[in-house]
């Protein structure tokens, strides 16, 4: 006995008398439709667009299993969280496993485009996503941070991830809509800012080298380091209030 919603799409769909040959104009090349066992685990390892080709069933036999395209998201979201590993907490090296786990996460964000986007305005709480929350507050508390430092800083970490995840996956915007590489260009707007009338753009003129400089890997690592230190700082300040 089938469930409601495969009874349903049977219903809609009709009987196929197999001694009546299809007209040609409705020919279509989609995949003879088979019986599949749907759970979370199936539905989750599809696009909404490629679920009903790919599982052969219709969009009601898959909101059976999830209640809207929002879940699905949040199911997807934890899935993916679920491929960041979790080594044992070491306090001796709680900086270096921040900024592991920060590298781990956007590297995990560009295997699969689009996650960096649907991180943003969305609180993961599945379970992959609460144990990796309760992973990275632990070593958060284990480095010394005061507890309102190290229950904010999970937050602010993943989003800077997930900006500049979500930037790298876009790529270099060219403005003149050529055809240069990200190198030509980045060498073309150095030449640019070095071409500034020094008297009305003395910074510009003056750093353009250094404004240019630097590849994705490098200004990542700085931004993490800028972070770190500013969690440290201020969770000093904190705790320094605290025992006055």
């Known amino acids: 006995m089938g469930s409601e919603a495969e009874h349903q799409t049977d219903t809609f769909e009709g009987p196929i008398d197999s001694e009546v040959p299809e007209a040609p104009w409705l020919r279509t090349p989609r995949k003879p439709r088979q019986r599949v066992h749907l759970n979370r685990d199936v539905i989750v390892g599809f696009s909404m667009r490629r679920l009903a080709d790919e599982l052969g069933v219709g969009a009601g036999a898959v909101y ?3 209640t809207n395209k929002e879940q699905l998201v949040q199911l997807v979201f934890d899935r993916v969280i679920g491929e960041l590993p979790t080594p044992e907490p070491d306090p001796a090296r709680w900086r270096e496993q921040i900024k592991q786990a920060a590298r781990d996460e956007r590297d995990m964000m560009n295997r699969h485009p689009g996650i960096a986007q649907l991180s943003f305005g969305r609180i993961p709480v599945g379970p ?17 941070l ?9 937050d602010m970490v993943y989003l800077y991830v997930g900006a500049f995840s979500f930037e790298e996956c876009l790529g270099l915007a060219v403005p003149s809509g050529g055809h240069e590489s ?3 260009f980045i060498g073309q707007l150095r030449d640019y800012f070095a071409s500034l009338p020094a008297e009305r753009f003395p910074n510009i003129s003056q ?9 994705p890997d490098e200004r990542f690592e700085f ?3 800028v972070l770190l230190d500013g969690l440290v700082a201020q969770s000093q300040r904190e705790t320094a209030k605290i025992e006055r």
Do not use: Q
């Not at 750093?207 to 590849?215: D, N, T």
């Open 64 to 66: 059976w299993h999830v």
């Open 128 to 144: 992959n996503a609460v144990r990796y929350m309760e992973w990275h507050l632990s070593i958060l508390r284990s480095g010394g």
């Open 146 to 154: 005061s507890d309102r430092v190290a229950a904010l800083a999970g």
């Open 182 to 184: 990200a190198h030509d």
């Open 207 to 215: 750093l353009a080298g250094a404004l240019v400089s630097g590849g």
């Open 223 to 225: 931004g993490l380091d």
